[in-house]
């Protein structure tokens, strides 16, 4: 799909608009209303698909070192696109993928930002030592709220609901055990053309967790996990742990963030579980604070936060690709997955 022509619709640059620069506030965690019934959250300041496509097609025409390919269509049918950095095949390659579940927006709107950046040439040298994939909006009906189920008890405004579910009603991120031929359309997509035929030696799977998480009595940004399948080697463990790892001290170090540890299951159906049995690759699950639409009040969180949110997931892509890169993650100190506290839902 590399065709170097320049598609700039409306839509597109609406798209550039919404993934710009990022501020970051002071004290940023916990910033941004949770919804008490009175907010108003907004959809409409969210990319939608037909924003990500036009600019992910926009960076292909621009970017010598993007190749966008699609690898397969949704339920309701719209393309499934892969952005594809693929320097040297001797390198090693990390996959990120982006919002299995549809109302989880603002993880894809932070890797859209980590594309743009890679066009500039400071990414490009970096590049030179690692592979990228990145799968933006894996559930892009969902995202849309295309599905063939009632969105009444929704809470968002805007020009859309985002459901968790695809169209239908099924949750991919609980798809990872089952016969490929046997899997929901976006997840068979994933598996059949990325994860079957790629030499994939990382991933990390983004998601958004419900707003109210509190580790020490505070509000988490976000929280992490490697897998904890018990039929997961060790090893496996340990470089999923330095993965997060690096996730971690990137976070902590800029003073804006509080990462918890993800109190989540071991079942291979799970996304982080599934795919480092299936396929022996380290795995980390990050989940950032809030979601952009539930039928859930605890489960949202107002948009003043949506800066910082799209800010952490821009910061976990860059660094950790550059640790991959330069081989940094392979001492990095995960002595601190001892004494990481397991978030809670009450302070």
């Known amino acids: 799909m590399k065709q170097k022509m320049l598609k700039v619709t409306l839509t597109g640059l609406l798209a550039f608009g919404t993934i710009g620069a990022i501020s970051i506030p002071l004290s940023a965690v916990g910033n941004g209303p949770t919804y008490k019934g009175n907010e108003s959250i907004q959809t409409s300041i969210l990319t939608t698909y037909e924003e990500v496509v036009d600019f992910l097609q926009t960076q292909e025409a621009k970017q010598d070192a993007l190749e966008l390919d699609v690898i397969g269509q949704t339920v309701k049918g719209r393309d499934i696109y892969i952005a594809k950095y693929l320097s040297d095949p001797a390198n090693p390659t990390i996959l990120y993928i982006t919002q299995q579940h549809g109302n989880e927006q603002l993880t894809t709107e932070g890797a859209l930002q980590f594309i743009k950046q890679l066009g500039t040439k400071k990414s ?20 849309m709220g295309d599905v063939d189920f009632s969105l009444d008890d929704y809470i968002a405004s805007g020009d859309r609901h985002l459901t968790r579910a695809n169209a239908n009603n099924v949750d991919l991120n609980r798809e990872h055990d089952k016969e490929i031929a046997d899997m929901e359309p976006e997840a068979k997509a994933l598996y059949e053309e990325v994860l079957e035929k790629m030499q994939i030696d990382y991933l990390i799977d983004l998601h958004h967790q419900g707003a109210y998480n509190y580790v020490d009595g505070n509000l988490v940004s976000g929280s992490i996990l490697y897998p904890t399948n018990p039929n997961i080697d060790e090893g496996l463990i340990e470089q999923s742990k330095k993965l997060g790892a690096v996730v971690y001290h990137t976070i902590d170090a800029k003073g804006w963030g509080l990462i918890g540890k993800y109190n989540g299951g071991t079942g291979a ?46 910061l976990t892509l860059e660094e950790t690709m550059k640790a991959i890169a330069d081989g940094s993650i392979e001492t990095v100190d995960t002595s601190f997955w001892d004494t990481l506290s397991t978030q809670t839902n009450r302070p």
């Open 269 to 314: 159906n799970i996304g982080r579980n599934g795919i480092a049995l299936r396929y022996g690759i380290p795995t980390l699950l990050f989940e950032m604070r809030g979601m952009s639409d539930h039928t859930n009040p605890s489960a949202v969180l107002g948009q003043k936060s949506n800066g910082y949110l799209r800010k952490q997931t821009l």
């Open 124 to 143: 490009q040298e970096i590049l030179a030592d690692v592979n990228v994939l990145v799968v933006p909006m894996l559930n892009a009906d969902g995202a």
